[in-house]
């Protein structure tokens, strides 16, 4: 799931009690809501930005009701935006538009978290990649695994020593640790590790080294959890 905060929501409402009873709900979810008093209102926001993950509309909308709105953002403004039309007692229909029930309710954010889902996981970035030792494992499961447990038993084991080398200001030492773990992130197409380990080696500053490390090291422990929350071999 990507972080709910970048979230935002055009919300076109003009009951003061709907659009409380909307941003109580939202915030639970830590969205972003823009409230929009007409459907007019939210054309012209929609015209100077790009930002919003979903537009709510009521169906009555004024003075464009909600699917002719749907269609000017589609058709005039040319945004693929996901529009829902909220309504009283809102029932199924195939008619390929969202709904959501008025007034609105937890069900109808559990709706539009429905409607949001592809763009969250769109937007969820992993922090390592598989790609290459798939390609190189032919499809061997057991070999992945073992190239995940060698990777983090003996990346953790360099994070000791850089520590040590930190805290001795040793910069040789510092050096040639990054420069041996690097190909362990680049393993994992870690461009984030890869990139701190290159300045470790060759570019960084005496007096950046601490952060850097500080940073590698979080970054291997980022990546470690995620490995141990995908995998349960690795727990």
């Known amino acids: 799931m990507s972080n709910n905060k970048n979230i935002q929501i055009l919300l076109v409402e003009s009951n003061q009690e709907e659009k409380e009873n909307f941003n109580s709900l939202a915030a639970t979810e830590n969205w972003t809501v823009i409230q929009m008093g007409s459907s007019y209102e939210a054309i012209q926001w929609l015209k100077k930005?790009?930002?919003?993950?979903?537009?709510?509309?009521?169906?009555?909308?004024?003075?464009?009701?909600?699917?002719?709105?749907?269609?000017?953002?589609?058709k005039e403004i040319k945004i693929d935006i996901p529009v829902v039309i909220s309504r009283n007692n809102a029932t199924?229909?195939?008619?390929?538009?969202?709904?959501?029930?008025?007034?609105?309710?937890?069900?109808?954010?559990?709706?539009?978290?429905?409607?949001?889902?592809?763009?969250?996981?769109?937007?969820?970035?992993?922090?390592?990649?598989?790609?290459?030792?798939?390609?190189?494992?032919?499809?061997?499961?057991?070999?992945?695994?073992?190239?995940l447990k060698t990777f983090i038993s003996s990346v953790s084991g360099k994070m000791d020593e850089l520590k040590v080398a930190v805290q001795d200001n040793n910069i040789e030492n510092i050096g040639a640790i990054a420069h041996n773990i690097k190909p362990s992130f680049e393993m994992l197409e870690s461009t984030i590790g890869r990139d701190i380990c290159n300045k470790l080696t060759y570019e960084a500053e005496t007096s950046d080294i601490p952060v850097l490390a500080e940073e590698l090291n979080n970054e291997f422990s980022t990546i470690e959890a995620a490995l141990k929350n995908d995998f349960k071999e690795l727990r």
């Open 92 to 147: 199924e229909s195939n008619d390929g538009h969202n709904y959501i029930d008025k007034p609105f309710t937890a069900n109808s954010i559990k709706s539009l978290k429905n409607t949001l889902q592809p763009i969250e996981d769109e937007n969820t970035q992993k922090v390592y990649s598989l790609e290459y030792l798939e390609t190189i494992s032919g499809g061997n499961h057991e070999f992945l695994i073992d190239c």
């Open 49 to 74: 930005n790009d930002t919003a993950s979903l537009v709510v509309v009521p169906h009555d909308a004024a003075p464009l009701n909600a699917y002719q709105t749907f269609d000017y953002i589609r």
